[in-house]
Structures are given as C-alpha cells and as structure tokens.
C-alpha cells in the first residue's frame, strides 16, 4: 500500500504543518505529498489507491469534494470550517459541498471522526455519521528531552497583558523568556515536506524542554497536552468553535483574567496538566494504527477494487456544478444585502468597505466561472474517452463476427 501526506502546501501557519507531522508518525512510508485543497484530482503514478489520514482544517475551495477516487481516506481529527461561524472571509456555502453526494461520500468510509464537537454536530446535521475522535495533535508523542543551559518558559502569540504579567513572575529569578509566533513568513510554502517536517520537530523539542508554555493557539495548547508540557491557553474568548471540549482539557483563561490575577498561574512553578485527554488520545492513536493496519491488508487492490463510493465521475462533476452555481447566487445575495446605498452616502469607512466586497465579489464569480469551465472540459473528456472506448469495442467484435 502506498500513503498520502495530507498537507496545506501554501500555508503560513505553523497548525497546518504541526498536524501533518501527527499524522507521518503513523505512516510506514510516505509515497505521496496530497494537497488538501485539490484533493479532487489526485492520481498517483498507477491505479493503485493511496492511504490517507484525512486530519486537517478543511477547506477554503469547498468545491473540491469528494475527493478522487485514488484516496483511501481515513476520517479523524477532521475539522471542516464554516467560515461565517469562524467569521472569515470566504465561501457562504457553509456544509453545502458535505450534503448530498459529498455526504454519501463521507458515509462510505464513516464514521467521520471529527475534531471538535461543532464540526460533529454539523456533520450530523446533513444526515452523516459523525463522532468525536479529537485532534490528531493529541498523538504526539515526547520530543527529545535536552537539559537547557538556562531554564526558559514559552510564551506564543499571547496578548500583551499576559507577557507583561509573566515578564514580572520571571523577576529575580535565572528562568529565560522564548516568545515564538505560530505565523510564518511568506517564502514558507517554498520549502519541501521533509524541511518542513524537520523544522516541525525542532519547534516541538524547545516546547518539550520548557518550563512551561503559554499560548492562545490550539495548535500550540494540544501539542504540548499531548507531550506532557505545563500548559496554559490565555485566549480571548471561551465560546470558540474550534477549542470545544478542549477548554475543559487544559488551564485555561481569559487574558484579563490571568492579567489581573483573577486566575491564578505561576510560570515559575506551573501545575500539572488535567488529564481528561488521555483516553481520547489512547483511542484516537489506536484507531489510526488499525487504519494503517487494514490497507497494508489490501495488498496490490486496485483503486476500484477498495473503492467504496460508486458513482461516475460525470456525475460527480455535474454534482459540483450545480452547488457551484447555488454558491456563486448565495454569494452574490449575500453581497446584495450589504450593498446599502444609504450606509454608503452617511458612513465613508462603510462605502471603502463595500467597494472591496464588490471587488472581491467579482474576483471571487470570475474564479468560480473557471471552475466551472474546467470542469465542464473534463466532463467532455470523459465523455469523449467513453465514446473511443466503445468504438474500440464495437471494432473488436466486428473482427470477431
């Protein structure tokens, strides 16, 4: 069996990568670099199907699902974005691309093991067998332990107050302080995997051999749970999407409250983690093992031979299609609605706002229009295969008779 390393290759945030790291521990070998957001249209160099564990924030071109046939996919950990309740810019199609064809595509190889509870009563909500599985962080294992010369505390992308409060609990004493942003610079999605993969590991190490680590970041908080780093999520607000159940799991506060002393946490001498995740990480590193174990059971099959969700792929594309034209109508209503032409003559901050939404607008139907015609002239191709295919055939019996 070959395997697929799911990852964003364009990304500028450490996240992404951290998790394709979790997931590479786990792959015997990795035969294939698969870009999360043309996952659509991959093929390997054969027929053969790939293994591929399909953790990851998915995804910013939403008509890109279901995925090609030459995955073998493993749902867990899977986090898929609603941008309007993550309150980003982008798609309005919310879960429209995971109903229909693309939820049957995802009951075929269920149960869906998603990331947080929003993502698993979404899925639940279009008719898809979803359960909570955790974050695929939560299987990191211990880094390489390495004595410090100095003894330091981490702090990542917190709010001022709280690396103020801390640079005062480091006074008088010989602990070092490590700030480190999870942001990356922009030639990042130059490098290749195997740097990337490398320059994960060493990241992880200094957060392994702190004293402790401070963070609002999910992707900083879990991995550290997972390694057994002191941890502490000073964020912003506690009603986020994407960290349910996960303020449960760790010391966690709002920034003020730490500022001002209202939760107490001595970076000096930090507590113990809770231990809630445990059994969620026990369960979640299991099941990925039995995954791997399964497709190395399958031998040379061929991709139709494991393949679980029949349907043509004039279908599918006819499928995407039409949701792409219900996403660029949801999109231009959408817009429509902020378009105000009376905000626009009392508020001059609102009318340059709107200006780049009509821009953006534009931008956005002009790259669907190509997807379309892409799409479309795959469609033809295929048809155009099927019908050499068939004239090929009628030849050979006509030789026969």
Known sequence: MKYG?????????????????AIKQFLPHVDHIINRERINTFKGDDEKPVAVVMAAWWMWYKWNWPPSKYVLPFFTGFHYSDNKAAKQAGCPANFLFLSGLGGKYMNAYGPVGCRDYFTRDNLRAQGVNAEFSGCITLTLPEQKRVKPEKEYVVIVDVAKPVEEKIRKQLEGTDIELKKITHNLDKDHPKK??????????????????????????????LPCLAMGVPTLLAIHTLESIRFIPYYDWLHCCLPQQFASGEYEYD???PPANPTAHLETKEKLTNSIKEFVNYAESLGDATADEVNKFRKREKTIIRWRNKNMKKTAKMWEEELDG????????????????????RRDKKRQNDFLEQQMVAYLDQARRVFKLQKEAEKQKNLAQGKKN
Do not use: F
């Open 5 to 21: 390393l799911l990852m964003h290759k364009p990304t500028t945030n450490w996240g992404d990568d951290i998790q394709s790291y």
């Open 192 to 221: 290749g995997w195997k740097q990337r993969m490398d320059e994960v590991e060493e990241l992880l190490t200094i957060y392994q051999n702190a004293k402790c680590v401070v963070t609002r970041r999910l992707h900083c908080a």
């Open 267 to 269: 970076v000096t001498n």
């Open 338 to 357: 902020w378009l105000n032409e009376k905000e626009l003559k009392k508020n001059k901050e609102l009318g340059v706002k709107i200006y780049n939404q």
